[in-house]
């Protein structure tokens, strides 16, 4: 390659060549700035717009599939939380997202109350963000209360935060459940903090991790919110698509394939019954039925036996007589 292929950094590049430009002016062309730092006019089509507030670093079908996972999480939780706090908490993923350190803690209330946990063997800080009217409501479930809203928004007392610990435990037990195929997690609690200006567990350019869950309990409504270093749940991320990837898919079975018998199932008694069907009587021959009494049957009544297996009509067959005993023979199978 020769010198005079090179470009200069901040020099405009000549235009595109792409169909559709005939008769455009290259000054109307929007202008795109290369990684060398060079420019070049390049039509609206090509260019595509990015969010470097809000980095995203996994493909759809990742992101699909770990949203999907997360949204199976949230309903368990719920369904958890709701026999913990003895009250119905409705949960629905609201957030899934990747967003910088500082942007988290912007959007913190005032006062906030965040759960430092360290999730083992992962690197960084998780942090559990619960709004403190949302957390008021829980404590005061936990001690029999009615969960009413509260009137003002204030910092939790010790006592409080000690009894919402209990709750949050499960939040961060059920998130590390999440991966239990991939990695064996445990939430270890490292305290908490009501002022986002002591936050710093990370640096203000560290990409989080940030699931959403808008959780409602009587008249309030709030977001719980997880977050974990994105560099620390990346690994699992890869491990449990590769997991999906090479999940071994169940062979349909055969159509004609023998049933496989189990030797431990021999030994089990199951109850074997004969029945005859048809026999009809009205209510008040009934009622006046005594000991004595000869009941006609039909002349077929012998042909229409229907065998039960385990309480279960299983085949039909004929009655007779075998070595002097009472015998069935088997004459089909019943229609399910």
């Known amino acids: 390659m020769s010198d005079?292929?090179?470009?200069?950094?901040?020099e405009e590049l000549p235009p595109m060549e792409e169909p559709g430009m005939e008769g455009i002016p290259a000054a109307e062309l929007p202008l795109a700035y290369l990684s060398d730092g060079s420019g070049r006019r390049t039509p609206v089509a090509n260019v595509v717009s990015h969010d470097f507030r809000n980095p995203v670093h996994l493909v759809a079908g990742d992101l699909r599939r770990l949203r999907q996972h997360h949204e199976s999480f949230v309903l368990s939780l719920g369904s958890r939380l709701s026999n913990y706090l003895r009250s119905e908490v409705g949960m629905v993923l609201s957030q899934f997202v990747t967003q910088t350190y500082e942007a988290f803690l912007?959007?913190?209330?005032?006062?906030?109350?965040?759960?430092?946990?360290?999730?083992?063997?992962?690197?960084?800080?998780c942090l559990i963000d619960v709004h403190p009217n949302l957390g008021q409501i829980m404590v005061e479930r936990l001690l029999g209360g009615a969960g009413r809203m509260p009137e003002i928004l204030r910092d939790l007392s010790e006592i409080e935060v000690a009894l919402l610990d209990q709750a949050l435990q499960i939040i961060a037990a059920e998130w590390c459940g999440v991966w239990s195929k991939v990695a064996d997690l445990k939430p270890v609690s490292l305290g908490y903090e009501g002022n986002r200006a002591f936050l710093n567990t990370a640096a203000p350019d560290t990409?989080?991790?940030?699931?959403?869950?808008?959780?409602?309990?009587?008249?309030?409504?709030?977001?719980?919110?997880?977050?974990l270093p994105y560099s620390s749940v990346e690994p699992l991320f890869h491990r449990m698509s590769a997991a999906s990837d090479h999940m071994d898919v169940p062979k349909p079975p055969e159509a004609n394939a023998p049933s496989q018998w189990k030797s431990e199932y021999s030994e089990v008694?199951?109850?074997?019954?004969?029945?005859?069907?048809?026999?009809?009587l009205t209510a008040q021959e009934t009622a006046q039925l005594d000991v004595g009494d000869v009941i006609d049957l039909p002349a077929d009544f012998t042909s229409q036996l229907t065998l039960r297996v385990g309480g279960?009509?299983?085949?039909?067959?004929?009655?007779?007589?075998?070595?002097?005993?009472?015998?069935?023979?088997?004459?089909?199978?019943?229609?399910r």
Do not use: D, M
């Open 4 to 10: 005079t292929e090179f470009q200069n950094p901040g």
């Open 106 to 125: 912007a959007e913190l209330s005032e006062p906030c109350h965040v759960s430092l946990y360290k999730v083992e063997p992962l690197r960084g800080t």
């Open 207 to 227: 990409v989080l991790l940030v699931v959403g869950i808008q959780t409602q309990i009587g008249e309030c409504a709030e977001t719980v919110r997880i977050a």
């Open 269 to 280: 008694p199951i109850s074997v019954s004969a029945e005859v069907q048809g026999l009809q």
């Open 312 to 335: 279960v009509p299983k085949f039909t067959g004929n009655l007779g007589s075998s070595e002097g005993r009472w015998a069935v023979q088997i004459t089909g199978r019943t229609r």
